[in-house]
């Protein structure tokens, strides 16, 4: 390590699978952060909706992902691999959130670094897109600092708080070598 500051950072936090002993936690954190995640997102708040949420974690098209701190193993946040697609597409789309005590420390920043490496070279995939609400400034700059470029804009793209919402699509590519069919 030659001491640059993002390998620094890149100590603090792990990844790892959510699971059901994770629940009470999880739930903790979510309903504790419910005002930093309205409006943008909703996350499971009930063991009903954990338990749903767990169920499509362990699925083959979904990878549901805590961050922690290295100092504690704490939840930090999460962070979802959508709609994993194989074959020629290699592609997902990804759902973040950071816990309230953690937010604004660039943990998430971290995570989502790892998560890029592992979503690339352990998952194989080409493309991850993260869809995101025009005025959700934070999780825009969030991306930007991981080296993601806006493609577009994706009118009424999710259902989020009672309404369509447009969503800005940015993505991250990996320059891999042409696949062999």
């Given at each position: ?9 890149a ?17 903790k954190?979510?309903?504790l ?75 998430m ?7 890029k ?27 930007q ?5 806006r ?7 999710l ?20 696949l062999?069919?």
């Open positions: 390590m030659n001491g640059s500051s993002s390998e620094r950072l100590c603090r936090v792990y990844l790892r699978s959510v699971d059901k002993d994770d629940r009470s936690e999880f739930l954190l979510m309903r952060s419910q005002q930093l995640h309205h409006p943008w997102i909703s996350p499971p708040l009930t063991e009903a909706t954990f338990a749903a949420y767990l169920a499509r974690t362990r699925s083959d098209d979904h990878d549901g992902l805590l961050l922690c701190s290295k100092h504690d193993d704490a939840i930090i946040g999460v962070i979802n691999i959508n709609n994993i697609v194989r074959g020629s597409f290699l592609s997902a789309s990804l759902g973040y959130y950071a816990g309230a005590p953690y937010a604004g420390q660039g943990l920043r971290e995570g989502l670094e790892l998560v490496g592992y979503a690339f070279y352990t998952l194989g995939l080409h493309r991850l897109e993260a869809n995101i609400q025009p005025d959700n400034h934070r999780s825009i700059t969030l991306v600092q991981c080296g993601f470029v493609e577009g804009l994706s009118k009424s793209f259902f989020i708080d009672g309404k369509w919402s447009d969503h800005e699509r940015w993505t991250a590519l990996h320059d891999r070598p042409t062999k069919s």
